[in-house]
């Protein structure tokens, strides 16, 4: 998954805007946002984003490899992975 607010971040940070960046990768902004709404950028894309932001490998970890983590309180013998994953909505 996609951390959308740490790459919105640091393209702030970079000093750089959507309209740069989305250049940068050969789309237009209107794409740009749309894979950033349904987090799907192309790997090719990621490591250009990696480039073009010189991101760091945490950093780019950070954002690009965004960890699904279950609820302390998960109790598999109760609860159905659904019923975890409602909850998280």
Known sequence: MLDVQKLKGKIVEKGKSVETVS???GINPA???RKLKNNSFEI??????IEILALTGEEASAIFLKVLTFLPEY???RHTPSMIYSTRR
């Open 23 to 25: 250049a940068d990768l």
């Open 44 to 49: 090719r894309e990621a490591d250009k984003l």
């Open 31 to 33: 794409t740009f946002y």
């Open 75 to 77: 109790d598999a013998r």
